[in-house]
């Protein structure tokens, strides 16, 4: 059974950094597609960044220029660096990866925090 876990999460002011690691396990085939997704309260679930096992990703408009989204194939590792967040980021951020077979998983979320 493939399980991810997150870990990264916390509490920063505005402006500061942080950075959310994902580690995928369970799987005998390296994930495909890895990438974050953030929910706000009262939002829907929204892609902050993906990155594909060749390493080609896709960065949502409202973080752009701020994160940073890299992976370890080898160990089926994904890294989001964020930079310079603002209090409209806090969210329960979800580490996701999409398997050879196009079947998402979810980690179980980690919560980020930016006080003003």
């Known amino acids: 059974q493939v399980r991810l876990v997150e870990s990264g999460g916390g509490l920063v002011q505005a402006g500061e950094s942080l950075r959310l690691s994902c580690a995928a396990s369970?799987?005998?085939?390296?994930?495909?597609?890895m990438g974050w997704y953030r929910q706000a309260p009262r939002n829907q679930r929204d892609l902050v960044a993906r990155?594909?096992?060749?390493?080609?990703?896709n960065i949502a408009d409202s973080v752009k220029g701020r994160v940073t989204i890299s992976r370890d194939n080898d160990k089926n590792t994904v890294y989001l660096q964020m930079d310079s967040l603002k209090p409209e980021d806090t969210a329960i951020y979800y580490c996701?990866?999409?398997?050879?077979?196009?079947?998402?998983?979810w980690g179980q979320g980690t919560q980020v925090t930016v006080s003003s």
């Open positions: 369970g799987s005998r085939f390296s994930m495909n597609g």
């Open positions: 990155i594909l096992s060749d390493g080609r990703t």
């Open positions: 996701n990866a999409r398997d050879l077979y196009g079947i998402d998983y």
